[in-house]
C-alpha cells in the first residue's frame, strides 16, 4: 500500500516539473517532432490493424445476436457506437501503452543505467526538460490522432463485413453510422484519450528515470510500465465515462 | 614518479571545501566525518579502493548526490542542499568525466560533444565543428566526429568523453576512474592529457582512482579513502611516510 502512495507522489511530482518546464522554457519543436514520429507515425500500422479487424469481429458478432430480432439493419449503430464511444479510445490506449509506453521506460531505463540522465545533470541541462517534455507532449497528442484514425477505419471494418458477408449496402451502413452517431458520442470518445496519453506518458517516464541495477532493472520497469498503465487506462475509462455522463447531462 | 606542474596550487583560493560531510545509502554509511579542500590550479587525486566512497565524493561536489550531513562550500558559498536548478551556475564551470563515459548512445561523436556547446553557448553547428576538432585533438584523436559509439573501442570512448568534459573550457574537471579498464599505453595517454590540461589550460582537477600509476603521474595532493573515513591528505612525498596500513599496502604493491 506504502508502494502505491509512494509512486502516486512520483507521479504528481515528475507532472509538476513536466508541467513547468514545458510552460516556462521555450518548447524544443526539433525533439517533439522526432518523438511525434517515433511514438504516433510508428504506431498506427499495430492500432489501424487491430481496430479495424475489431471493427469487422464486432460486425460479424452483432450480426448474429441481432438476427435473433430481425434487427440487423442496425449493425452500423452498434458498430458505429461502440467503437467511437469506448472501443477505439481504450484498445488505442492499451496498445500504444504496451508498445509506447514499453519504448519509452526501455530508453530511458538504459540511459539511466549508463549514467547518460546523470551526465545531462552534469552539464546543466535538465532530463525531465530534454526527455520527459516531448514524449508526454507527443503522447498527449498522439494519442486522439491515432484514436480518430483507427475509430475511423473500425468502422470501415464493419462497412466491409456488412457489405460482404451481410448484404448491407454501404451507403445504408453508413446512413445508420451518421444517424447514431453525435458530436457528444466523438466528443466523449475523444476527450478520454487526451487523458490516456498522458498517463502513459507519464507512467513510462517515471519508471525508466526511476530503473535501478541492470538489464534486469530495466526489464522489470519495462513491463511494470505496461501493467501501470493498462491498468489505469481501464479503470480511469470507467470514471471519465461517469464524469462525461454526468457534464452532458 | 609524479612529474612537477607548471602551475602551482593557490591555497587561498579555496574552490571546494567539506566540513563533516558524511553520506549513507540505507543503513551503509559511505562516508563519514570528511574534511577536504580543492585548491584553484592542483591535481588533487582521492586515491581509494572499491566502494571507499570516492565516486559519491565527486557526486556531491556537482549536487548529483546531497550529504546526510555536514557542509560543502564552493567558492565560500554553502551548496550542501541547493535545488536542482542552482547547481547549473556551479555545473557550468566543473565537467564531470564519468567512469563509463556516459556518452549519450544515440548520437554521433560530434553531436556529443557539441551538446553543452549547443545547450548553453547556443552556437551554430559551423562555428562548433573547429571546437569540436580541436577538442579531439587534445585527447589525440582526429576525424571520428561522424562515428557513431558502436564503432569506437573503450579507450576512444573514454577519450571522446574527456573530449566532451573540456570543450567548453571548465575550471574544473572531475575524473571518476579515467583509466579503470584501459590498457598502459592509452593510460599514459590520459595520465598525460590531465597534467597537460593543468599546465596549458590551467584546469584544476579532481582525480577519483584506485590506480596508482595515475596518482604518481597527476597527483599534487592525495586523499586517501578508507571504508568512508579521510585516512590521509598531503602530499605524495608525505604519503610515503605515512603509516595507514591500507595506504602502505597501497604503495608498497606499486613498488612491488
Same mark, same amino acid.
Given at each position: 500500500m506504502t508502494r502505491i502512495f509512494e509512486v502516486i507522489g512520483q507521479l504528481i511530482i515528475l507532472s509538476g516539473e513536466t508541467l513547468y518546464f514545458l510552460l516556462a522554457r521555450k518548447p524544443e519543436f526539433k525533439a517533439w517532432v522526432v518523438q511525434f514520429y517515433n511514438l504516433g507515425v510508428k504506431s498506427l500500422s499495430i492500432t489501424n490493424i487491430t481496430i479495424l479487424f475489431t471493427g469487422m469481429v464486432l460486425a460479424l458478432q452483432a450480426s448474429f445476436a441481432l438476427s435473433n430480432f430481425g434487427a440487423e439493419l442496425y449493425i452500423g449503430d452498434l458498430v458505429s457506437l461502440s467503437i467511437v464511444r469506448e472501443l477505439g479510445p481504450v484498445l488505442t490506449a492499451l496498445l500504444v501503452g504496451g508498445r509506447v509506453g514499453a519504448g519509452i521506460t526501455a530508453e530511458l531505463g538504459s540511459m539511466k543505467i549508463t549514467q547518460q540522465l546523470d551526465a545531462m545533470r552534469a552539464m546543466a541541462t535538465s532530463p525531465i526538460y530534454k526527455l520527459v517534455v516531448p514524449r508526454v507532449v507527443a503522447c498527449i497528442i498522439c494519442l486522439p490522432i491515432l484514436t480518430i484514425i483507427s475509430s475511423a477505419l473500425g468502422i470501415l471494418g464493419g462497412l466491409l463485413l456488412s457489405s460482404m458477408e451481410l448484404n448491407i449496402g454501404g451507403y445504408f451502413y453508413l446512413a445508420r453510422v451518421m444517424n447514431a452517431l453525435d458530436v457528444e458520442d466523438i466528443a466523449a470518445g475523444l476527450s478520454k484519450t487526451f487523458f490516456f496519453g498522458y498517463f502513459i506518458g507519464i507512467i513510462a517516464c517515471n519508471n525508466g528515470m526511476r530503473v535501478e541495477g541492470g538489464a534486469d532493472g530495466v526489464g522489470h520497469a519495462t513491463t511494470d510500465t505496461v501493467v501501470s498503465a493498462s491498468i489505469l487506462v481501464l479503470i480511469s475509462d470507467f470514471f471519465l465515462t461517469k464524469i462525461f455522463h454526468l457534464i452532458a447531462g | 614518479m609524479a612529474q612537477a606542474s607548471t602551475q602551482p596550487s593557490d591555497a587561498?583560493?579555496?574552490y571546494y571545501r567539506f566540513e563533516n560531510v558524511s553520506k549513507s545509502f540505507g543503513d551503509k554509511?559511505? %562516508?563519514?566525518?570528511m574534511n577536504l579542500e580543492v585548491r584553484r590550479g592542483e591535481n588533487l587525486v582521492i586515491l581509494g579502493g572499491s566502494g571507499s566512497g570516492k565516486s559519491v565524493t565527486l557526486k556531491m561536489m556537482i549536487g548529483l548526490f546531497c550529504p546526510g550531513g555536514g557542509r560543502i562550500q564552493f567558492e565560500g558559498r554553502?551548496?550542501?542542499? %541547493?535545488?536542482e536548478h542552482e547547481y547549473y551556475p556551479i555545473r557550468k564551470r566543473v565537467s564531470y568525466l564519468f567512469q563509463g563515459g556516459a %556518452?549519450?548512445?544515440?548520437?554521433?561523436v560530434f553531436q556529443n560533444l557539441a551538446y553543452p556547446l549547443i545547450e548553453h553557448q547556443k552556437m551554430k553547428p559551423r562555428e562548433i565543428l573547429p571546437l569540436v576538432r580541436e577538442s579531439l585533438a587534445m585527447v589525440e584523436l582526429e576525424k571520428i566526429e561522424h562515428l557513431y559509439l558502436s564503432d569506437l573501442s573503450g579507450g576512444m570512448m573514454k577519450r571522446v568523453a574527456l573530449a566532451r568534459a573540456i570543450i567548453n573550457k571548465p575550471e574544473i574537471v572531475l575524473y571518476d576512474e579515467?583509466?579503470?579498464? %584501459?590498457?598502459p599505453l592509452t593510460t599514459r595517454a590520459i595520465n598525460r592529457l590531465i597534467r597537460k590540461l593543468q599546465n596549458e589550460l590551467a584546469i584544476t582537477s579532481v582525480v577519483v582512482t584506485h590506480d596508482m600509476s595515475t596518482t604518481r603521474h597527476v597527483a599534487d595532493r592525495l586523499c586517501f579513502l578508507d571504508r568512508g573515513e579521510l585516512a590521509f591528505t598531503g602530499t605524495l612525498d608525505q604519503a610515503q611516510d605515512a603509516e595507514h596500513p591500507t595506504l602502505r599496502a597501497y604503495l608498497e604493491g606499486d613498488n612491488s
Amino acid at each position: 500500500m506504502t508502494r502505491i502512495f509512494e509512486v502516486i507522489g512520483q507521479l504528481i511530482i515528475l507532472s509538476g516539473e513536466t508541467l513547468y518546464f514545458l510552460l516556462a522554457r521555450k518548447p524544443e519543436f526539433k525533439a517533439w517532432v522526432v518523438q511525434f514520429y517515433n511514438l504516433g507515425v510508428k504506431s498506427l500500422s499495430i492500432t489501424n490493424i487491430t481496430i479495424l479487424f475489431t471493427g469487422m469481429v464486432l460486425a460479424l458478432q452483432a450480426s448474429f445476436a441481432l438476427s435473433n430480432f430481425g434487427a440487423e439493419l442496425y449493425i452500423g449503430d452498434l458498430v458505429s457506437l461502440s467503437i467511437v464511444r469506448e472501443l477505439g479510445p481504450v484498445l488505442t490506449a492499451l496498445l500504444v501503452g504496451g508498445r509506447v509506453g514499453a519504448g519509452i521506460t526501455a530508453e530511458l531505463g538504459s540511459m539511466k543505467i549508463t549514467q547518460q540522465l546523470d551526465a545531462m545533470r552534469a552539464m546543466a541541462t535538465s532530463p525531465i526538460y530534454k526527455l520527459v517534455v516531448p514524449r508526454v507532449v507527443a503522447c498527449i497528442i498522439c494519442l486522439p490522432i491515432l484514436t480518430i484514425i483507427s475509430s475511423a477505419l473500425g468502422i470501415l471494418g464493419g462497412l466491409l463485413l456488412s457489405s460482404m458477408e451481410l448484404n448491407i449496402g454501404g451507403y445504408f451502413y453508413l446512413a445508420r453510422v451518421m444517424n447514431a452517431l453525435d458530436v457528444e458520442d466523438i466528443a466523449a470518445g475523444l476527450s478520454k484519450t487526451f487523458f490516456f496519453g498522458y498517463f502513459i506518458g507519464i507512467i513510462a517516464c517515471n519508471n525508466g528515470m526511476r530503473v535501478e541495477g541492470g538489464a534486469d532493472g530495466v526489464g522489470h520497469a519495462t513491463t511494470d510500465t505496461v501493467v501501470s498503465a493498462s491498468i489505469l487506462v481501464l479503470i480511469s475509462d470507467f470514471f471519465l465515462t461517469k464524469i462525461f455522463h454526468l457534464i452532458a447531462g | 614518479m609524479a612529474q612537477a606542474s607548471t602551475q602551482p596550487s593557490d591555497a587561498s583560493h579555496v574552490y571546494y571545501r567539506f566540513e563533516n560531510v558524511s553520506k549513507s545509502f540505507g543503513d551503509k554509511q559511505v %562516508l563519514k566525518d570528511m574534511n577536504l579542500e580543492v585548491r584553484r590550479g592542483e591535481n588533487l587525486v582521492i586515491l581509494g579502493g572499491s566502494g571507499s566512497g570516492k565516486s559519491v565524493t565527486l557526486k556531491m561536489m556537482i549536487g548529483l548526490f546531497c550529504p546526510g550531513g555536514g557542509r560543502i562550500q564552493f567558492e565560500g558559498r554553502d551548496i550542501t542542499h %541547493l535545488k536542482e536548478h542552482e547547481y547549473y551556475p556551479i555545473r557550468k564551470r566543473v565537467s564531470y568525466l564519468f567512469q563509463g563515459g556516459a %556518452l549519450f548512445d544515440s548520437m554521433n561523436v560530434f553531436q556529443n560533444l557539441a551538446y553543452p556547446l549547443i545547450e548553453h553557448q547556443k552556437m551554430k553547428p559551423r562555428e562548433i565543428l573547429p571546437l569540436v576538432r580541436e577538442s579531439l585533438a587534445m585527447v589525440e584523436l582526429e576525424k571520428i566526429e561522424h562515428l557513431y559509439l558502436s564503432d569506437l573501442s573503450g579507450g576512444m570512448m573514454k577519450r571522446v568523453a574527456l573530449a566532451r568534459a573540456i570543450i567548453n573550457k571548465p575550471e574544473i574537471v572531475l575524473y571518476d576512474e579515467p583509466t579503470t579498464g %584501459l590498457d598502459p599505453l592509452t593510460t599514459r595517454a590520459i595520465n598525460r592529457l590531465i597534467r597537460k590540461l593543468q599546465n596549458e589550460l590551467a584546469i584544476t582537477s579532481v582525480v577519483v582512482t584506485h590506480d596508482m600509476s595515475t596518482t604518481r603521474h597527476v597527483a599534487d595532493r592525495l586523499c586517501f579513502l578508507d571504508r568512508g573515513e579521510l585516512a590521509f591528505t598531503g602530499t605524495l612525498d608525505q604519503a610515503q611516510d605515512a603509516e595507514h596500513p591500507t595506504l602502505r599496502a597501497y604503495l608498497e604493491g606499486d613498488n612491488s
